[in-house]
């Protein structure tokens, strides 16, 4: 049973937005940045994160998509600061996607995921994305943006620490950094939004960050 923890209130990255932790055996065994970078495995994120399971504030994924369907009309909200989406052996659940989505109508929510592209995983994205739930794949550095936008999907990617604001991959598809990172003192995910808009024409670039952003670059250049 998926266990999901809510929060209210600002964050430095965030702003003032209502967002999700799910426990991490949400996260796929495949995602290459398990044990080799992940921000949320060190520091205060994964103070909250590793003990989703046991919060007595956590709820099952019923009681999450209620707290969701409660959210204001129009409200933009963060599924999972930390987690993945609810899976069966890295195969999404689509029963449990299509509730959330259900549940979001009318909101703003968005969300990533490491999981794998399998045909499977790519119709319950497509399908969530078409609904009015913003589901981005992550990629895992410039090697791949090309792949992955090759779906028509949202699609961010991990990038090496110093990367330029903005590039291009072999194919010409633009890649921009997140503004909240390009530009801390004025953005925040509350009052940007690009990784809600499922429609965009480029990816967004996250540079390595947290406690191992030196293992987190090394996905990035693809060793």
């Known amino acids: 049973m998926t266990q999901v923890l809510t929060a209210d209130g600002t964050t430095s990255k965030l702003g003032n937005m209502f967002r999700s932790y799910t426990e991490p055996k949400s996260c796929p065994t495949t995602c290459p940045l398990m044990g080799k970078g992940c921000y949320a495995e060190l520091g205060p994120t994964n103070w909250v994160w590793r003990k989703v399971a046991t919060n007595k504030k956590s709820t099952d994924w019923q009681g999450f998509c209620k707290k969701v369907q409660r959210l204001p009309k129009g409200t933009m909200w963060r599924h999972n600061v930390a987690g993945d989406l609810p899976n069966n052996g ?5 029963i449990a996607v299509k509730a959330l989505v259900k549940a979001n109508t009318g909101k703003n929510g968005f969300t990533y995921t490491h999981h794998a592209l399998t045909d499977e995983n790519l119709t319950t994205v497509r399908r969530a994305n078409y609904d009015g739930f913003t589901i981005n794949l992550s ?11 090759d779906t028509d999907l949202p699609v961010v990617t991990v990038l090496p620490i110093d990367s330029p604001k903005v590039q291009y991959t072999a194919k010409g598809r633009k890649v921009v950094v997140c503004p909240a990172v390009t530009r801390p003192d004025k953005v925040t ?35």
Do not use: E, W
Request: charged fraction near 15%; charge should be positive; aromatic fraction near 8%.
């Open 90 to 94: 890295g195969t999404i659940d689509n």
């Open 139 to 149: 990629a895992n550095g410039m090697h791949q943006v090309d792949q992955y936008m």
């Open 189 to 223: 995910c509350s009052t940007c939004g690009i990784c809600a808009d499922n429609n965009r024409s480029y990816a967004i670039g996250f540079p390595a960050h947290g406690v191992s952003k030196k293992k987190a670059q090394l996905v990035a250049f693809g060793s």
